[in-house]
């Protein structure tokens, strides 16, 4: 985990979204907390992620979710070597078809 990442506030935001019950309330906190590009750019990383996941090509996956090639490639790159909360958060949903 980044060092500089672990701050109180950081816990703070963390406990707030902990406390959020169901996607209504989510869309009211994140549409307070973000702008519509931020929150988009998050979603867009989700789905570049699970499309990875899935092993589709980078163009399959650029001409689905517009994302850049960069952007892809951070994605993957924090897949390959990251904290495994993509991982982690991909076991307890259902987004992926199964193997």
Request: hydrophobic share 35%; charged share 30%; net charge negative.
């Amino acid at each position: 985990m980044n060092k500089k990442l672990k701050t109180e506030t950081v816990d703070h935001l963390f406990e707030a979204i902990l406390s959020l019950k169901n996607k209504e309330e989510c869309y009211s906190f994140f549409e307070d907390l973000c702008t519509v590009n931020e929150l988009l750019s998050l979603s867009q990383r989700f789905e570049v992620a699970a499309m990875l996941k899935d092993h589709k090509t980078y163009l399959e996956i650029a001409e689905k979710t517009g994302a850049s090639t960069a952007t892809i490639s951070r994605v993957n790159r924090s897949l390959n070597y990251g904290n495994d909360g993509y991982e982690m958060v991909f076991e307890r949903i259902s987004i992926l078809p199964k193997a």
